[in-house]
């Protein structure tokens, strides 16, 4: 079992920062794939960034060159450093971890564990 936490969440005004962070408990294997998902009210979960055991990376197109992913596995911590940030980031960002994701990295499917979410809330 894994829990995670996220948290860095906030209020911001559009072209501001935040970084999140998800902080993994327990069975720390399952977290050799881990990324970052958000829910706008309304609209589907979908993928943002996602990064697996050898650092590698993954895109939405819609965050690229904006969001950056990354990983501190001393501290089994997940970051998402969001920059440029619009009123269309504005949705409940959530962590996810699993031990294999298969082809699709970004896919919702593909990641049995996740955490509880934190609200990012970017004003024009």
């Known amino acids: 079992q894994v829990q995670l936490v996220e948290s860095g969440g906030g209020s911001v005004q559009a072209g501001g920062s935040l970084r999140l962070s998800c902080a993994a408990y327990g069975y720390t294997h399952s977290t050799q794939f881990m990324g970052w998902f958000r829910q706008a009210p309304g609209k589907e979960r979908e993928g943002v960034a996602a990064?697996?055991?050898?650092?590698?990376?993954r895109y939405a197109d819609s965050v690229k060159g904006r969001f950056t992913i990354s990983k501190d596995n001393a501290k089994n911590t997940l970051y998402l450093q969001m920059n440029s940030l619009t009123p269309e980031d504005t949705a409940m960002y959530y962590c996810?971890?699993?031990?294999?994701?298969?082809?699709?990295?970004?896919?919702?499917?593909?990641?049995?564990?996740w955490g509880q979410g934190t609200q990012v809330t970017v004003s024009s």
């Open positions: 996810a971890a699993d031990e294999w994701v298969g082809h699709n990295p970004l896919s919702i499917s593909a990641y049995k564990y």
């Open positions: 990064i697996d055991s050898a650092g590698m990376t």
